[in-house]
């Protein structure tokens, strides 16, 4: 996995334009994202032939766990990044509701 330093896949993350947020990643940050989630997109692939082949079903769920880390370690890349930039630039313009908004995306991906 390509271990990026959080400043350099969100040098700028989240704006508003016209009351519609949206990320905005460099095409070499797009393309780092992208390439993590075509491997997530190959172990899971993998999973659904582990059953189609009747493997152990042990052996299915590590590697279940395995994605689910892999799902989870991008969480944590792209929250950083998101709290790094997004979140303090809304709150240094004075939005501090972004902080509810930042505790409910915490309490999903905690679950």
């Known amino acids: 996995m390509e271990n990026l330093p959080v400043e350099t896949v969100h040098e700028e993350c989240c704006h508003t334009d016209k009351g519609e947020r949206k990320s905005h990643h460099s095409e070499e940050q797009k393309k780092a994202l992208i390439s993590r989630l075509n491997r997530i997109e190959g172990q899971v692939r993998g999973v659904k032939r582990l ?3 009747d493997t152990y079903c042990d052996d299915v769920l590590t590697q ?5 880390s892999a799902l989870n370690g991008l969480g944590k890349m792209l929250l950083e990044g998101h709290m790094k930039s997004c979140i303090v630039e809304r709150i240094q313009d004075g939005d501090t509701e972004v902080i509810d908004e ?3 995306t915490v309490k999903r991906l905690m679950k």
């Open 51 to 53: 059953v189609e082949e």
């Open 102 to 104: 930042l505790l409910v």
């Open 64 to 68: 279940i766990s395995a994605v689910q």
